[in-house]
């Protein structure tokens, strides 16, 4: 059995299926879920003309930042961890300089989505 927290129209529920041999699985509606907030986004700052993008590698959520919005980060320094098929990956730092982030805690990200800029 897998729990899911499912949202239609506006309204979460949590449910679970269970899978039952080949066929379709079996939906059954647990109990309302509670509020499911989402993490808004940082506002976006200005981006450095000739800053430095820091890329996602790949697809995740982002877990963690490090670091704050405007701070002096160093070459190698980790800055964000991106949680990707259940690993934490730390993202570093390409170059010494000013961080400018471009996502939040919580956020999805795709694969070579700004995480941030560093000018």
Do not use: H, W
Not at 24 to 33: D, L, M, Q, S, W
Not at 56 to 75: E, T
């Amino acid at each position: 059995m897998r729990n899911f927290v499912v949202t239609i129209d506006g309204k979460s529920y949590q449910v679970a299926v269970e899978e039952v041999g080949g066929g379709a699985a079996e939906v059954k509606n647990i109990a309302p879920a509670q509020e499911v907030k989402a993490t808004a986004p940082v506002a976006k700052a200005a981006v450095p003309a000739n800053g430095e993008k820091v890329l996602s590698p790949f697809p995740g959520l982002i877990k963690n930042i490090l670091v704050a919005d405007g701070a002096f980060v160093k070459k190698d320094q980790p800055i964000i961890v991106l949680e990707a098929m259940k690993m934490d990956n730390e993202i570093t730092a390409p170059c010494d300089g000013k961080i400018t982030l471009s996502v939040a805690k919580g956020a999805t990200v795709e694969t070579n989505a700004t995480l941030a800029v560093i000018g």
